[in-house]
Each structure stands twice: as structure tokens, then as C-alpha cells.
């Protein structure tokens, strides 16, 4: 009734049918049209720029050509053979040049990323800096050529993310930390590929491609730093720089075969080197080295740590790299003096798995193997069990970086053709939270952390909920650091993700970094150490593997890391916050314990 008066009061109009269509017609060609028009812009920029990148390799080649012609007496396997603290001395006493060294890494990195696509710039400008280097004071990393990642500022060059959108947009300055590397003498000579939109463990966008795995085309180089772990694997670099939000420096690593550290969050400057969703503070995302032993982590750590870095940026508590670390873990009335160098024995808690992801056999074995040479060489290890990683993970993580619903994240994405490597994730970030909720309710009988990873990416809700995660997120942070001064523990021995994955599949795995990003949220400094390479009895035992839920996440690990057999595998070493020197000195110790058992299985 009340229905028909409202009808009442309406003016009787009659609509033409054929209108109604004709209209809906004109408004669906119309959006089709401005979409078609919009994709079209989009592919024009990005041939516009693979044309300029390859100005940029031809630039690059013929640079390293006319100087190879000039002087064919230098001896590039030489140079490429160098550790980065020998190569550095040389360059410093006069033994070396640094016109050498540059042209001969400029060389290899071009025949590297021709073969596995991990450069996305040469910096035309190295040269001119090489002019400039030598009228300065020689700092400690003096002629030494240094690969940046792409998101990393570098005055005139855009950080685009992997996104066309940002194609235009040079940035004004370079970052902080490329500042200071260039005043210790450093020479940035090339910028390496990312994930799209960074948050991501696979190295593919539609900018610039996939890059690959050195060691294995099949494999992905890991992400989001994958082209940095790939060129300095592949031996076209020797000191890189990455960034690291859950994993983008210890993954790739561990894949490529390196050694990769990620310090506390701003002990190194991160100004210039911008994450898509700027102020996400929940999970910090930091700098780090990227290098092919702990020898050069240290000296690159040494030589950032200075007080350019201090003045350039406020942010960055003006504490130089500790030879000497006051150690307080002890007897509490003892102080002990930790030199990097000494030999004092660490206690050292450790665990081969967290419990959320069950790792691959030779993750595992890794930890197993290391353990037990830790322990021969006269430390001491004891068992540690990481407490609610399920709560960690869902809340700490998920929840907290994913506090908008991932609204930030996917705007990133308009107007942008999406990557396969991302294809996965973005479907996650695009569903309604209403939908997200549905999905989750109907799917936690069956596949429970499935279920209660799609509730986390709904976010957090309200102010209130965002402070109540906020202290939550402290109080975990207390409960393990009081977990670990109980068992009077020095350092942490524990799994980094591995082996390199199967191309197409780390993308859609990136919950699997759990091993890594635990310590992003606790905001410790950790890195990876390779120790081992996957056996044939590896394979065999992964022919078993079934994982800890019997969920599509496990079976599509176990397919991930299939067909690895020679590969690198790493493990993470971990200390607590600012204690950087000393978790350098573990990772050196780890490095030193593995590096003799490989020589005795080759003897």
C-alpha cells in the first residue's frame, strides 16, 4: 500500500526501452574505449623504456669494449677472484686501479644479465664519478664499484616499484646510503631488478622481466632484492645494497648462494629508499649489504656507519661499528669484552623448525649440520622454540602490515598491468573484506591457517585495535627477548628459507617466510650464511615431505623446492637489536665452521 502511494506521487513517465539500451551500450563501449586507451599508454611506456635500457646496455658494452682495447694487458679473472677486503687494499695501496676494476665489472655484469636479466640500469655516470674519486681522500671503500637495488634512490632515475606509473618520475637526489658510499669512494655503477611492488619473494615485473636464478634458469633468483642476489651470485658485482621488509635480502641470498644481512631497523639509513606503502611502521623495512662472505658484510658496515651517514640523517643513532661489543649476557656482575675477531665461545640457542612451515629437508639439515660443527669448534647450543608463532604470524605480521585491508598496496596496481609473479597476491588484496570474512569462516574447518591468514589481510579495523596490536606486538617482543636472556643466550641458529624455488611459484608463497620475517617484526639484526648445497638424499626425503597442515600451501612448498639437487641453502643468524657486530661475528664463525667441513668432504 504504502508502495502504491509513492508510485502516487511520481510523475507518470514513459521510457523508451531502445534509449535505456542505446545508453548502456554507448556507456559500456565508452569505459571500454578508456580502458583500451589506458592500457595502450601503458605499453607505450614500457617499450619506451626497454628501448632506453637498451641504449643504456649498448652504452655499457661499448664502454667496457674501448676500454679492454686500450688496455689489454689487465687481467679481469684476477680482479673477478678478489675478495671485497683484498680488492679494496689493492685499490687503496695503487696495486689496482680503479678504472680496472670498473671496466671489468661492468663487463661481467653485462654477460651476467644478458644470461638471467638482473640489471635494469647502467649508471653512464660512474665514469664521470671515477674522474671525481681520485681527488678525494681514499676512504675504505675506494674504487670499489658497488651495485644499488632499484628502489634505492639514485639521483635522475626513477624508482618505479616494477610499476610504468613511476616511469617518469627521476628522483632529485640520491639516497643517504648512496651518498655515503660515494663519499667512502665507492663507484655505483649499476641498478638491479625487484619484485613488483616489492612485497614479494619472486624478482619479476612488467617493467623490466624476470630475473633467474645463476646457478639454475629453472629457479627464481628470490625477491624482492633478487637482482642483487643474482648479479653478485653470477659474479657481476662484489658488494651490492637491498632492502629488506620480510625477507627481500636473506631470501634471494640464501637462493643465489651469498651472504646477505639485515640490520636493526635504522642503524642504516633508509632516506631515499622509499617501501610502497610508506608509513607502514609494524614491520620495518630496512637497508642492508649484499656480498659473497661476511668479510665484506663487515667492512661494508665499517665503512656506512660513519658520520656522513650521522649528519645526513637524524634518524640513525650515531653509533659507529663496535669493534669492541659490551656483552652483558653473562654472569650479571661480569662484564665480557667481544672483539669481532675474538674466539670466545657463544651460546648459541637454535631451532630447525618454527613450527608454522615445515621446512624443506635441507633447510633443516642445514641447521642440523651447523649445530653440530658449532658445537665441535667448542660452543655451546642450546634448544629454542620461538613462542606463538602462529600468533606472530596472523597478527604481528599479516594483520599489522595489512592494517588499511591492503588498501595502499592495490592502489599501486591501477592502471598497471599485473606481473604473473604478483597475479596471486593481488587477489588477495582486491577481495571485499566482507568476502575475505566469508571465505575465511567457511574455510577454517578445512584449511584453518588458510583461514586465518585471508582474516588477518581484512586488517584492523579501528584506531583502538591498532594501538591494542601496536602493544601486543611489545609484548611479544619482551616475552622472547626474556625467553632468551633465561637460556643466557649470545645468538640465535636458525632455517632461511631454501632452496631456490621453481620459477612460478615464490610468488605465491610468499606466507612462507616466516623463518625470515619473525625477526622484521621483533626488529632484530639477522642475515644468511650458504653452508651446504641440496643432496640427491634430499630429494628423496622430500618425496615424504607433507607439511604440518596438509594444505594447498604445503604441496605447493613441496612442488616449489622439487629438482634443487647442487643448489645453495643457507641458514639465518640472529641477534638482538644493535647488537650487529656480534651477529656479524656468528655469521663469520658459521661461515668459518662450514667452509672447513666442505674442505674436508672434498679432501
Known amino acids: 500500500m504504502a508502495l502504491d502511494k509513492a508510485k502516487g506521487c511520481l510523475p507518470d513517465i514513459q521510457v523508451d526501452g531502445r534509449i535505456v539500451s542505446t545508453v548502456l551500450c554507448g556507456s559500456a ?22 628501448k632506453k635500457r637498451e641504449a643504456g646496455f649498448q652504452r655499457m658494452e661499448k664502454a667496457a669494449r674501448q676500454f679492454k682495447q686500450q688496455n689489454p694487458g689487465v687481467k ?73 637495488k632499484e628502489n634505492v634512490a639514485n639521483k635522475g632515475y626513477p624508482i618505479t616499484f616494477g610499476l610504468a606509473k613511476f616511469l617518469d618520475c627521476p628522483e632529485c637526489d640520491d639516497s643517504v646510503i648512496v651518498k655515503v658510499l660515494k663519499k667512502q669512494g665507492a663507484i655505483p655503477f649499476v641498478r638491479t631488478n625487484t619484485s613488483q611492488a616489492i612485497l614479494n619473494i619472486d624478482c619479476g615485473n612488467t617493467v623490466f622481466g624476470q630475473t633467474l636464478n645463476p646457478f639454475n634458469h629453472q629457479k627464481s633468483s628470490g625477491g624482492s632484492s633478487g637482482g642483487e642476489a643474482a648479479l653478485i ?87 659507529p661499528f663496535n669493534e669492541e661489543v659490551m656483552d652483558l649476557i653473562q654472569e650479571a656482575a661480569t662484564v665480557v669484552v667481544v672483539i669481532y675477531s675474538s674466539a670466545r665461545p657463544l651460546r648459541i640457542g637454535y631451532y630447525d623448525t618454527d613450527g608454522y612451515f615445515q621446512p624443506s629437508p635441507s633447510m633443516k639439515r642445514a641447521v642440523q649440520e651447523t649445530r653440530q660443527l658449532l658445537q665441535e669448534a667448542g660452543h655451546t647450543l642450546i634448544p629454542f622454540t620461538p613462542p606463538r608463532i602462529d600468533f606472530l604470524v596472523d597478527e604481528l605480521f599479516t594483520r599489522a602490515r595489512a592494517a588499511d585491508g591492503n588498501a595502499t598496496l592495490a592502489e599501486k596496481f591501477d592502471g598497471e598491468f599485473v606481473d604473473s609473479t604478483w597475479t596471486n597476491q593481488i587477489r588477495c588484496c582486491r577481495l571485499p573484506n566482507l568476502l575475505k570474512r566469508i571465505l575465511a569462516l567457511i574455510l577454517m574447518p578445512v584449511y584453518p591457517r588458510i583461514s586465518r591468514h585471508l582474516n588477518a589481510h581484512v586488517g584492523i579495523s579501528s584506531a583502538k585495535d591498532f594501538w591494542k596490536n601496536n602493544a601486543d606486538r611489545k609484548a611479544y617482543c619482551d616475552e622472547f627477548i626474556a625467553e632468551w636472556r633465561k637460556l643466557k643466550l649470545d645468538v640465535v641458529l636458525c632455517p632461511a628459507l631454501g632452496p631456490a624455488f621453481n620459477l612460478g611459484y615464490a610468488g605465491k608463497l610468499f606466507v612462507a617466510t616466516t623463518y625470515t620475517h619473525l625477526y622484521n617484526v621483533l626488529n632484530f639484526p639477522a642475515g644468511v650464511v650458504p653452508v651446504t648445497t641440496v643432496t640427491q638424499a634430499d630429494e628423496e626425503e622430500l618425496k615424504m615431505y607433507k607439511g604440518y597442515y596438509g594444505d594447498p600451501w604445503d604441496k605447493r612448498m613441496k612442488e616449489a623446492v622439487e629438482g634443487a639437487v647442487g643448489l645453495p641453502v643457507a641458514v639465518q643468524c640472529v641477534a638482538l637489536p644493535w647488537q650487529e657486530e656480534l651477529c656479524l661475528r656468528f ?13 674436508r668432504k672434498k679432501v
Do not use: W
Open 29 to 50: 563501449a565508452a569505459f571500454l574505449m578508456l580502458k583500451y586507451v589506458s592500457q595502450r599508454q601503458v605499453q607505450k611506456k614500457l617499450e619506451e623504456a626497454k
Open 233 to 319: 651470485g653470477g659474479g657481476g658485482s662484489i658488494l651490492g645494497i637491498g632492502t629488506d621488509v620480510a625477507a627481500s635480502i636473506r631470501v634471494p641470498c640464501g637462493f643465489c648462494g651469498i651472504c646477505g644481512f639485515k640490520p636493526t631497523g635504522y642503524r642504516i639509513s633508509v632516506k631515499g629508499s622509499p617501501s610502497p606503502v610508506e608509513g607502514m611502521n609494524s614491520v620495518i623495512s630496512v637497508t642492508g649489504p649484499m656480498t659473497r662472505d661476511v668479510d665484506s658484510l663487515v667492512l661494508c658496515m665499517r665503512a656506512l656507519l660513519c658520520d656522513e651517514m650521522f649528519h645526513l640523517d637524524t634518524d640513525v643513532p650515531p653509533i
Open 76 to 148: 679481469a679473472g684476477q680482479i673477478l677472484s678478489l675478495p671485497l677486503a683484498e680488492l679494496a687494499a689493492k685499490l687503496k695501496d695503487g696495486s689496482l686501479c680503479p678504472e680496472s676494476v670498473l671496466y671489468v665489472y661492468v663487463e661481467k655484469a653485462l654477460e651476467v644479465t644478458q644470461q638471467i636479466n638482473c640489471v635494469t640500469d647502467f649508471l653512464p655516470e660512474c665514469e664521470e664519478q671515477l674522474r671525481e674519486v681520485k681527488k678525494q681522500p681514499k676512504g675504505l671503500l675506494y674504487g670499489v664499484p658497488v651495485s644499488i
Open 587 to 599: 655469521m663469520k664463525e658459521v661461515e668459518k665452521v662450514s667452509s672447513h667441513a666442505r674442505g
